[in-house]
Nanobody, 125 residues
Framework: VQLQASGGGLVQAGGSLRLSCTAS????????MGWFRQAPGKEREFVSA????????YYADSVKGRFTIARDNAKNTVYLQMNNLKSEDTAVYYC???????????????????WGQGTLVTVSS
């Protein structure tokens, strides 16, 4: 499975960006696609995830209420709409996918088998 991420850029604080992640294969009902981010000097952290089976969504507390994850089944794509961006959201954002995760593993990068290239999001204050 190959993942293609896009949509990063430079935005002012309070602005919005939408990230996209497209999978090279048809997504099955067991598919989970997620977003992680890594700021300079920090560890990679969970941002959000979408579980195809049931359409469950997951968010880190730091982005809840500001970010929304959604899917386009026909395009094998998941989107991350990021609103009210803050300087602390500045990071390289990575999309990830797996088809064997259990719910308790979704927030942990180590459990994902497939990763896209990162896309840089820079929020200026």
């Amino acid at each position: 499975v190959q993942l293609q991420a896009s949509g990063g850029g430079l935005v002012q604080a309070g602005g919005s960006l939408r990230l996209s992640c497209t999978a090279s294969v048809r997504t099955s009902s067991r598919f989970i696609m997620g977003w992680f981010r890594q700021a300079p000097g920090k560890e990679r952290e969970f941002v959000s995830a979408y579980k195809w089976d049931g359409g469950y969504t997951y968010y880190a507390d730091s982005v809840k209420g500001r970010f929304t994850i959604a899917r386009d089944n026909a395009k094998n794509t998941v989107y991350l709409q990021m609103n009210n961006l803050k300087s602390e959201d500045t990071a390289v954002y990575y999309c990830a996918a797996d088809s064997r995760l259990i719910s308790s593993s979704i927030r942990y990068a180590i459990h994902y088998d497939y990763w896209g290239q990162g896309t840089l999001v820079t929020v200026s204050s």
